[in-house]
């Protein structure tokens, strides 16, 4: 079992949102996944162009490291992301991300796969942050175990109980992968998500060839 965590802090390990990732992928090695951590502020990602060659051939035309980075995210089990409050938002790095994961989305590629998502802010905008990066999950195709936040203006005895959970989620994100928990609301999303999106699809089938083929190989459509 593999479980990828996500830095987004361009702060690196001054990061206080890095400690809540360090906790949680340390909770899910102990509970016997094998962990990577990934820091995209140090990955060469430039900007989507909306070209749309992820959906006629299932390749991203632009030529850095977001391939090799989905490459990783496709072979593992569970994603775990994690961001500071940027302005009531995830940090451009992550959102540039995001911003790159139109085949994902279309494909729901991250179909079976499970993640929760980490934050830190400096007053109590905590779950609009995760909500940002839970939503991305669900709308990959991948179910969300929860998230945690901590507010700093709480003072240290918050970060401590904040790093403490981070640990209990990682362990936690190892059993929902094995024991394929269910998480019924959000099933019910992702076959409305499909059910309205299929008209997209059809509707560009012509354009977006591997879009369609992935669908039809799926039963989708």
């Given at each position: 079992?593999?479980?990828?965590g ?5 702060r690196?390990?001054n990061s ?5 990732l360090?906790a949680a ?7 016997g996944a ?17 070209c749309n060659s992820?959906?006629?051939t299932?390749v991203c035309a ?11 995210l ?11 409050n940027y302005?009531?938002?995830v ?8 911003d ?5 989305i ?9 993640g ?5 802010a ?9 909500d ?31 790093i ?13 992968i ?14 409305a ?6 008209y997209?699809?059809l ?13 039809m190989?799926?039963g989708w459509?």
């Amino acid at each position: 079992m593999k479980i990828i965590g996500i830095s987004s802090s361009p702060r690196g390990k001054n990061s206080s949102t890095l400690k809540l990732l360090d906790a949680a992928l340390t909770g899910a090695e102990e509970a016997g996944a094998e962990v990577e951590a990934i820091d995209v502020t140090k990955l060469n990602l430039k900007y989507c162009i909306a070209c749309n060659s992820c959906h006629e051939t299932g390749v991203c035309a632009i030529k850095d490291d977001y391939q090799a980075l989905l490459e990783k995210l496709l072979a593992a089990d569970g994603i775990i992301l994690s961001s500071p409050n940027y302005i009531t938002n995830v940090t451009a790095q992550l959102k540039t991300l995001f911003d790159r994961s139109p085949l994902v989305i279309h494909e729901q590629l991250f179909e079976g796969k499970y993640g929760f998502s980490l934050t830190t802010a400096g007053s109590g905008e905590i779950d609009f942050v995760l909500d940002i990066m839970n939503n991305y999950m669900m709308h990959c195709g991948g179910n969300f175990t929860g998230g945690v936040g901590c507010s700093m203006a709480e003072g240290p005895s918050a970060m401590e109980a904040a790093i403490d959970k981070s640990q209990e989620m990682g362990k936690d994100l190892v059993e929902a992968i094995k024991e394929k928990r269910p998480y019924p609301e959000q099933e019910v999303a992702h076959e409305a998500w499909r059910g309205q999106f299929k008209y997209v699809i059809l509707a560009n089938k012509e354009q977006w060839t591997h879009n369609c083929e992935h669908w039809m190989e799926k039963g989708w459509i």
